[in-house]
């Protein structure tokens, strides 16, 4: 009788090993959201944020988010090591103005798509997209703005709409 609980046992395990195997859920096909925000001990942004992630959770949606802290250089630092994960699409929210020509440049080179938040880029490297953020809006909506934006660029949805 043990012996046939034993059998049982195994074969249970063997149809449950056997049973997963077809199936592949392979998660390098969901498009890649890189964000780097400029301060997230603002309410308002850690509200984006959460915004951003809920909309992403539906959307199937990979995100990585940095807070780079009120520091430039780390921000640049933190960008610099998003783009090496090679993302679908940068957002950011650039802590000074006189920064977001870099990261276009670095961005186009890596043929990234980027959303600016606030900081209205210019020159012949402007971004493929900017938003401007109301602080008076509720950040929890306004980051599903951003989120919607950024599906958008990256043509999640479009099909369903008949825009391509």
Known sequence: MKQLIRIGILLLCAVLLFSSCGK?????????VAISFGNLKEPFFTDVKSGIERRAADSNL????????????KQLTDITNMLAGEPDLLIVHPLEKGKVQSILEACRAAN????????????????????KLDP????????????????????IGREKNGDK
């Open 136 to 155: 008076s809006a509720d950040g929890k909506e306004t980051g599903v703005s951003v989120a919607q934006k950024a599906e958008y660029m990256l043509g």
């Open 62 to 73: 990979t995100l990585l988010s940095v807070d780079a802290q009120k520091d430039s250089s």
């Open 24 to 32: 592949k859920e392979d998660i390098t096909e969901r498009p890649k």
């Open 112 to 131: 990234i798509k980027i959303l600016i938040l606030d900081v209205e880029p210019e020159g012949e490297y402007a971004a493929d997209s900017y938003m």
